[in-house]
């Protein structure tokens, strides 16, 4: 009954939001379309600079958000011959206030973006635009792109091969798209850099994310890193791999589908051990435990399946998304995982990387001053988008009503009989002419579909992780008349799918049929300028291709539109309901016809692992047969109570690894903040005196404490701290140490420094010295860094089991890792200002070159060696350092 409340309550709510948007912000837009209308080209291009300057004069993005929005409609519909509906302003305005707008398949979300983009871009500091592929940052900065530009601002565009020099122009532009990837990763380059010309981005003012649920909860799960090789022996994951395929399950160890776990029993550790030849499993390898790599190993065989979780391609392990079925190119599994699944395949084991720098995309978005998302699905997520990010969802209705229908699922007992029951309803839906797509979970399930229908010699077209490259041509074309296309994951595919077909497809494959280079096509459909004949030829034939093709594909759009349009068939319900809505939403584009089913069994892992086991027992009390289904109410009930069971289990995970991702992005924030400092200040020196200040109170705090008595004090140990830090040592009479006190030490030993340190200054040069003092603290900082992550990884991995000791996790991890941070930035002042005290400057010794007319001293003639003299104190340093030698090698 509450939950029934609750749902009455929220609906009422929308409506009232929707009903505010159309009075307060779409009607005073439409009311402005006229005027604007009237205006030229040339005055609808300068309405940027007027808008600028009534910002200058404080007025708010808000007070012009009205005109900038009739602005930017009316030149979309001059430029690119879109005019965005009423629906479309209203999720503008949502995006510009911060929120997600879950907007339906086909209902135009690329131009929605633009008018947000285009008002928060009066700024001057920066809009970025962000999408799940290359492809789709390509070709919407090239199709939206013209819009912006005509109002004279300046976009850019960030590919995986952008240089260094091509994305720091990107991002000076007033609007910048590219994928969240490569936005992650440049932040995450930018705070490694050691020159600020290599620093690319500039402040992070405000993103629209395109495909938000994908990007921010999907992909979440996986934080960015950059690693490099660390030294290690990778046999040892082949002969563990040969010993877990001698283990037998329920005996030697046992593990759970659902959190993907295992664990070993007495007897399998005992035997384990006797193949290994090793007295105890626990030992350290340098990798983690023998224990941990062996079940790494088991994990391998019995829980990650080939196709399903991952592809072997090119003699490599490649991820599979979970969510969109796309191969993840350069991820790696952590913690030895990858190495095991490599083993277990019998390809070449990579050595496990070591973090140099790392970010979840939580952290990293967060950083944002605002940021927005528009998809097709978030309302079932909206309690984690407001805990993580603060942006609830907005549905906005579509332009046309929706006629999708969408019929009750099915069940039936087994796997296989669900499968031949979804080929005969193939069957008979091409028999009629009506498109199908078939949702399938994995790529081996993908595969053994293709293959009935195969035998029942039915044409159809695969996508799947297998056949990525072909994807958007194949989606584009899946709504022709009879067409069967099966799909792993359809989320975030960023293709329509068209019913008739995509005539704009159909022209470029007669293309390349005619010879056109696939380079000219590519530049042609994401509307890259050109004026070279070659594109001007090809731009000419395109459009008669596509007039003919439009008017075959119109024609064919009717017929199945009578037929009842595209039927989408799912095969598995998804752990997340977001993922099933994304299927169905395939389907009743733009007001088109549609429809929509789910055929399940009890083998599905979603029933088995997480429907309760009265299933069973329902489904016998219905008398089930081979091959007869059932359709109850019951049964949608449980399987989705069962799916909101899964969708809250995997947002308290991330729940809870984003709280202990805050701790460590606190410290990270610290560490970047000091190195940007760093790097962008001209003169260090003030930040240096403030390093040396506080390693001299930890000093004397240490060992002349001011609650100790003065001859009571250390001061052998601190002039041993001394001589390692400075190469100095303090040494006052007996009388002046009994009248000493501390902060007279403190002051005594800080004047001293300085004046040390401004004579190694001068001796070496004030110019010089302040690039040696950049690149010591940089690399220092760096070194630190990198050791502080790998510590913090370790630390995390076992924090768990202090819940034994009937202690709180996650208070341990706090309070341990405050410990290490303090413990770094205390080594990092004391290494870096050992290197400055002890630095020394050498010149570059560029090889002799003989002269071609002298002779080679011949090898038997010994070189005449000059006479040993002794070296003044005042004398250049022999080492050729270009310091007095009792500055230098004379300390010794």
């Not at 958000?65 to 519909?77: G, P, S, Y």
């Not at 008739?500 to 049929?513: H, T, W, Y």
Request: with cysteine; aromatic share 8%; charged share 30%.
């Amino acid at each position: 009954m509450l939950a029934l409340l609750k749902e009455v309550w929220a609906k009422k709510a929308q409506e009232r939001i929707i009903r505010e948007l159309q009075k307060k912000f779409v009607e005073p837009v439409n009311a402005l379309e006229e005027k604007i209308r009237a205006l030229s080209d040339q005055e609808l291009s300068r309405k940027t600079e007027e808008f600028k300057e009534r910002l200058a004069r404080g007025e708010t993005l808000d007070d012009l958000l009205i005109e900038a929005f009739a602005v930017v409609r009316e030149v979309a519909r001059r430029v690119v011959g879109m005019r965005p509906f009423d629906v479309q302003i209203m999720g503008a305005v949502v995006l510009h206030q911060g929120k997600i707008a879950e907007m339906q398949t086909g209902e135009g979300k690329t131009l929605v973006a633009t008018m947000p983009a285009y008002l928060n871009a009066l700024t001057g500091r920066g809009v970025h635009i962000v999408t799940v592929n290359d492809y789709l940052a390509k070709r919407d900065r090239y199709w939206m792109g013209p819009i912006f530009e005509f109002l004279g601002l300046s976009v850019g565009l960030i590919q995986h091969e952008s240089t260094p020099e091509e994305r720091k122009k990107a991002y000076r532009c007033d609007i910048t798209y590219g994928t969240n990837v490569e936005f992650g990763f440049d932040y995450l380059r930018d705070n490694m850099a050691l020159r600020k010309e290599d620093v690319v981005q500039r402040e992070l003012h405000y993103a629209i994310i395109d495909e938000v649920d994908s990007i921010l909860i999907d992909e979440a799960r996986t934080p960015l890193i950059i690693s490099g090789p660390a030294e290690e022996n990778t046999e040892i994951y082949y002969k563990i791999d040969r010993v877990v395929r001698k283990l037998i399950p329920k005996e030697d160890f046992d593990f759970e589908e659902k959190t993907r776990s295992v664990w070993l029993t007495e007897k399998g550790i005992a035997k384990i051990e006797k193949l290994l030849h090793v007295a105890n499993l626990y030992e350290e390898t340098g990798k983690g435990t023998l224990e941990h790599l062996v079940r790494q190993a088991l994990r391998a065989h019995y829980l990650y399946k080939r196709d399903v979780d991952y592809v072997v391609k090119d003699g490599q392990v490649i991820i599979v998304d979970e969510f969109t079925g796309r191969l993840m190119y350069g991820r790696r599994y952590s913690d030895g995982l990858h190495q095991a699944i490599e083993a277990k395949e019998g390809l070449q084991v990579a050595s496990e990387n070591q973090t140099l720098a790392s970010i979840t995309y939580q952290n990293y978005f967060r950083m944002y001053e605002k940021i927005c998302g528009m998809t097709g699905t978030a309302k079932t997520e909206e309690e984690e988008f407001i805990y993580t990010y603060g942006m609830p969802v907005v549905v906005i209705p579509t332009n046309k009503p929706l006629r999708r229908t969408t019929l009750p699922d099915v069940i039936y007992r087994t796997e296989r009989e669900k499968f031949e029951a979804v080929v005969r309803e193939i069957e008979r839906l091409h028999a009629l002419g009506r498109p199908v797509l078939v949702g399938t979970t994995s790529i081996e399930k993908s595969e053994r579909l293709s293959d009935m229908l195969k035998k029942r010699g039915i044409p159809h077209e695969v996508l799947n992780a297998k056949h990525h490259e072909r994807e958007a041509e194949i989606i584009a074309q899946a709504g022709r008349k009879g067409a069967v296309t099966i799909s792993t994951n359809m989320a975030g595919r960023g293709t329509d799918i068209l019913l008739g077909g995509n005539p704009d497809f159909l022209a470029k494959r007669k293309m390349r049929e005619m010879g056109f280079p696939e380079h000219v096509i590519l530049r042609l459909s994401l509307g890259i300028p050109a004026d070279d004949p070659e594109m001007q030829r090809a731009r000419e034939v395109y459009r008669e291709l596509y007039a003919r093709f439009k008017a075959e594909t119109d024609r064919e759009a009717e017929e199945v539109k009578t037929l009842g349009g595209l039927h989408v068939i799912g095969t598995e319900r998804h752990e997340s309901r977001r993922i099933d809505n994304q299927l169905r939403g395939r389907a009743g584009r733009q007001g088109d016809p549609g429809s929509s089913q789910f055929f399940l069994s009890l083998e599905d892992d979603l029933l088995r692992l997480f429907v309760p086991e009265r299933l069973s027992s329902v489904m016998a009390r219905f008398g089930m047969e081979e091959g007869v289904p059932i359709e109850h109410p019951l049964v949608t009930r449980l399987v989705e109570a069962a799916q909101k069971r899964v969708e809250g289990h995997h947002f308290s995970i991330r729940k809870t690894l984003l709280q202990y991702d805050d701790i460590m992005n606190k410290q990270r924030e610290v560490i970047y903040a000091q190195r940007r400092r760093v790097l962008f200040e001209e003169n260090l020196r003030p930040f240096v005196y403030d390093m040396l200040e506080k390693v001299i109170d930890d000093l004397v705090e240490a060992y002349a404490n001011e609650r100790v008595y003065p001859e009571e004090w250390d001061l052998e140990g601190l002039n041993q701290r001394l001589r390692l830090l400075f190469g100095v040592a303090f040494q006052p009479s007996e009388e002046e140490r009994l009248k000493l006190t501390s902060k007279d030490l403190k002051g005594r030993l800080y004047t001293d420094l300085v004046h040390l340190y401004e004579h190694r200054v001068q001796e070496v040069g004030d110019e010089v010295f302040r690039d040696i003092e950049r690149y010591v603290l940089l690399r220092v900082v760096d070194y630190h860094w990198k050791d502080h992550l790998h510590n913090m990884d370790h630390l995390r991995e076992g924090i768990g089991l202090r819940a034994v000791g009937q202690k709180d996790p996650f208070v341990e991890y706090q309070l341990e890792a405050f410990e290490m941070f303090q413990n770094m930035v205390t080594a990092i002042r004391e290494d870096a200002l050992r290197y400055l005290f002890h630095v020394r400057v050498v010149p570059e010794r560029r090889p002799s070159v003989q002269r071609t007319s002298e002779k080679p001293r011949p090898a038997s003639v010994p070189k005449p060696q000059e006479a040993r003299r002794k070296v003044g104190r005042n004398d250049p340093c022999p080492c050729g350092s270009g310091l007095k030698y009792k500055y230098c090698c004379g300390k010794k």
